[in-house]
């Protein structure tokens, strides 16, 4: 480990991998640290992405691609049950991942880019110069290192620190976080090409439960429900243990997989002088659907841009650096949170009663096109009260 | 003195850093494997009631 670097990446998920890739085939020096002993696991996640997202950053690969989705099953709280199927149109849906092999596909492909990494070092602490970050400080087999570096990009996930040592309030409201469990089940009776997404207050509230198949009878078998819902004797795994002891009695589980994801506004600000926050750890993940993946390659990949072209003119202050969030917020991934967010507040406080009724109205549309957009435009229209409800979204729709 | 402390269950944890960004005096830390609680914490509870698995509690000393 050298003591100065052009860039410190602290995170080694898809969006440090995608900052430091970016960053090191510009020429870069680069130092990527992840403080788990490996990349890509213990997972956190329910492993599925959309297609058209995948593809914008890397060939599909079969290596740390478990299955291709052709379908997804809606369960309404009264159990009825409505398929899209956008497939038989031609269009994509998308692939549940092996986040093990994938993360470390990236991860592997910033090193191959030029980037140092090293794992099971973790950053304790930012290096302060004037009030501004210069570095981190970095622990690894017991020994510390101070690293200055021009950047450093804060890809610390959900459980992020180091944008709060550097004086960003990165507190999660905890009615705005899912709690989620996991199990990654064998021995399951279920179509390797279709996700089912169970809704409702009695299963899932403020939330919903997901069976993402990973091929041969097993899938990812999980939960997630609203942080104002948990508390003893009704959290998460509760909630899932009671689902699988009904629905898959006799399934194996071979993993547990838990976790928190942010389904609040992302960060007032995604940079700082010197710094820039990204994936998770900016708490860009998706309201309505809980995805981050795309978003933290989307994220990474551009302060990765951002940082070659600041460092290229030499100035790396909060300034220089606002083109990041600009550029974000104006995406069509930003705009994408802000709706989702704004749909989110209004779709959590409804009943069973009313999620009934929605879904059985729009059982019969046949949907050609698969995303969140799609489907509630679907839903608007089968459903005027709804639109009453979020008449204030119409512009964002 | 607190009259009231926050206690890790180690064997229930599963280390996934959930509470930790929920954590209003950010008290919590996860390293690696190991979730740490420092003298921050005003045992507010909210840790206790978001954790998937329920590994955390205030106690009262």
């Known amino acids: ?397 | 003195m607190n009259l009231t402390m926050l206690n890790i269950r180690r064997d229930i944890c599963g280390y996934c850093g959930a509470c930790v960004s929920v954590c209003p005096e950010g008290a919590l830390e996860l390293i690696d494997a190991y979730l740490t609680v420092d003298d921050t914490c005003i045992t507010c509870s909210i840790c206790e009631k978001i954790c998937p698995l329920g590994a955390l509690e205030v106690i009262k000393e």
């Open chain 1, 1 to 397: 480990m050298k003591r100065q670097y052009d860039m410190l990446v602290v995170g080694g998920g898809p969006g440090g991998a995608f900052a430091a890739k970016t960053a090191a085939a510009k020429g870069l020096s680069v130092c990527l640290v992840e403080k788990r002993p490996a990349i890509g696991t213990p997972v956190r996640c329910a492993e599925g992405i959309g297609k058209e997202l995948l593809t914008d950053f890397l060939p599909p690969d079969p290596k740390w691609i478990c299955t291709d989705i052709e379908s997804a099953e809606l369960v309404a709280p009264d159990g009825f049950s409505m398929l899209l199927e956008p497939s038989k149109a031609g269009n994509e849906i998308g692939y549940v991942l092996d986040r093990k092999i994938f993360d470390r596909e990236l991860v592997w492909k910033a090193a191959e880019a030029g980037a140092e990494t090293y794992v099971k070092a973790r950053a304790t602490a930012p290096i302060m110069r004037d009030g501004a970050v210069a570095g981190a400080v970095i622990e690894q087999h017991g020994k510390k290192y101070e690293i200055d570096a021009d950047i450093v990009i804060a890809a610390d996930g959900i459980e992020s620190k180091f944008a709060r040592w550097a004086g960003i309030d990165t507190t999660v409201p905890y009615k705005e976080l899912e709690t989620c469990a996991q199990y990654l089940m064998t021995g399951l009776d279920i179509d390797s090409r279709r996700t089912t997404f169970f809704l409702g207050n009695e299963v899932a509230p403020a939330g919903y439960l997901w069976v993402f198949p990973k091929g041969d009878g097993t899938a990812n078998v999980g939960i997630g429900i609203g942080g104002g819902k948990s508390g003893d004797g009704h959290r998460a795994k509760d909630y899932l243990d009671r689902f699988v002891a009904q629905k898959f009695p006799n399934g194996k589980t071979i993993e547990l997989i838990i976790g928190g994801v942010s389904v609040c506004k992302p960060l007032a600000s995604s940079v700082a002088d010197n710094m820039m926050i990204v994936g998770d750890a900016a708490r860009i993940s998706d309201p309505i659907t809980g995805g981050g993946i795309y978003n933290a390659m989307y994220t990474g990949r551009l302060a990765g841009q951002t940082a070659i072209a600041a460092i290229e003119a030499g100035d790396t202050s909060r300034e220089a650096l606002m083109p990041y969030d600009t550029t974000w917020r104006a995406s069509k991934m930003g705009k994408a949170i802000e709706r989702n967010y704004a749909i989110k507040e209004v779709f959590t406080k409804l009943n069973d009663e009313k999620l009934n009724s929605i879904i059985h109205s729009i059982s019969k549309i046949n949907l050609e096109h698969f995303s969140t957009l799609t489907l509630l435009k679907e839903l608007m229209k089968a459903n005027p009260s709804l639109l009453l409800e979020l008449r204030h979204l119409r512009s964002l729709l």
